[in-house]
Each structure stands twice: as C-alpha cells, then as structure tokens.
C-alpha cells in the first residue's frame, strides 16, 4: 500500500508542480482525490484518531497563513498540505515542509540578489513541496 501511496502523492504534486509553474494554480479535483485516497489509506493502517488530525495541521497553518498575508502564499498550498498530510507521520511531514521552506527561501535570495526582483515578485510553491516530499521520502 505504502507504494501506491507514493505513487499518487508524487504523481499529484509533479502534476501540480508542472501547473503551480505554468499557472500559478494547483490542480483541485486531482488534488481532493489524492486527499481522499490519503485520509482512508491512513484510516486503513492507523485507523481513527489524534494521529488522523495531527498531519494536517502544517496545512491548517498554510491556510491561515494565506488568510493573514492576503495571499502571499496561495491558499492552493495549504489545500495541497492538507490532502497529502494523510500520507506522512510527524518526522517526514516536518522534513518535507521545512526543506519546502528552506529551498523556497534560497531561491527567493537567489532571485532577489542576483535577478533583481522585487518583494513582491511570486515564487510558486509547489515545485518546492515537491522537491520536499523527495527528501522526505527518499533520503531519510
């Protein structure tokens, strides 16, 4: 099972990556399917309870995040936290989102001192959820 899982967590935030970069925009059907196969994949080895809710607090906190900032981070990145929360225990979710934020931060310091962009200037998320969900995953 633990397979299947990667395989639609990592199929949904390539496909995600490849919109978030194109669009700016994450892919909500795919995304609400790939949540949902998370929540009853965790439900089917952990069954029901606290360690059901636990994982989905870094997208709670992404959600209200984008709610506070008015959208300097997308609100489709806390929908995105949320659906794949089901697929990860602590350590891994943690990994994930920090090496999202990390990398995200350094390339936001590499667009800022050498590209000269501003502020304000957007950085799509997902690619860097991506890119976590691989260390996560595959080198701890």
Request: proline fraction near 4%; hydrophobic fraction near 55%; glycine fraction near 12%.
């Amino acid at each position: 099972m633990e397979q299947i899982g990667n395989f639609v967590v990592g199929s949904s935030l390539l496909a995600n990556s490849i919109m978030d970069l194109r669009k700016r925009r994450i892919l909500l059907p795919l995304t609400v399917v790939c949540g949902i196969f998370g929540l009853a994949l965790r439900i089917w080895e952990d069954g029901v309870g606290v360690s059901l809710f636990l994982p989905l607090i870094p997208g709670l906190f992404f959600l209200l995040f984008a709610f506070l900032s008015r959208e300097k981070v997308g609100y489709g990145d806390g929908i995105l936290l949320l659906a794949i929360g089901g697929y990860f225990h602590g350590e891994e979710l943690l990994t994930l989102c920090m090496t999202a934020v990390f990398a995200a931060g350094i390339a936001g310091l590499v667009l800022c001192v050498f590209f000269h962009k501003g502020k304000d200037y957007e950085i799509p998320f997902v690619p860097f959820l991506f890119f976590g969900y691989l260390a996560a995953r595959y080198f701890t």
